[in-house]
């Protein structure tokens, strides 16, 4: 190692270094039409689980039943599978075989 080396490394100038943070990628939860959930029961999972208001909760329950899936809400991947999973649970004790999944939204 040079002495001038030493100089620098020992001058006592602290440099910061700023790294760009991106933010978190984003995922779609997203509802799976099934031929035994009742259209009740999904209006009241997207009332409890996604904070939907009564019209929102209609619309989309109205489009998973037309299209085949519809979106719950888009969150960061942690809550993302946190929702599914929770979803999944209360439909099975309650004796519905509702899906949901998770889908990483177009960056």
């Known amino acids: 190692m040079s002495s001038e080396t030493d100089r ?4 006592g100038v602290a440099t910061i270094r700023k790294e760009k943070l991106q933010p978190p990628r984003k995922y779609k939860v997203i509802m799976h039409n099934d031929d035994y959930t ?17 019209p929102e909760a209609h619309a989309i329950m109205l489009e998973v039943h037309t299209r085949g899936f519809g979106v719950c809400g888009i969150f960061t991947y942690e809550v993302a599978e946190s ?18 999944s998770t889908d990483p939204c177009d960056s």
């Open 83 to 100: 929702k599914v999973a929770k979803v999944t649970k209360y439909s099975r004790e309650n004796g519905h075989p509702l899906k949901c």
């Open 8 to 11: 620098d490394e020992q001058s």
């Open 38 to 54: 009742t259209m009740e029961f999904v209006i009241l999972v997207l009332q409890k689980y996604f904070n939907k208001s009564s």
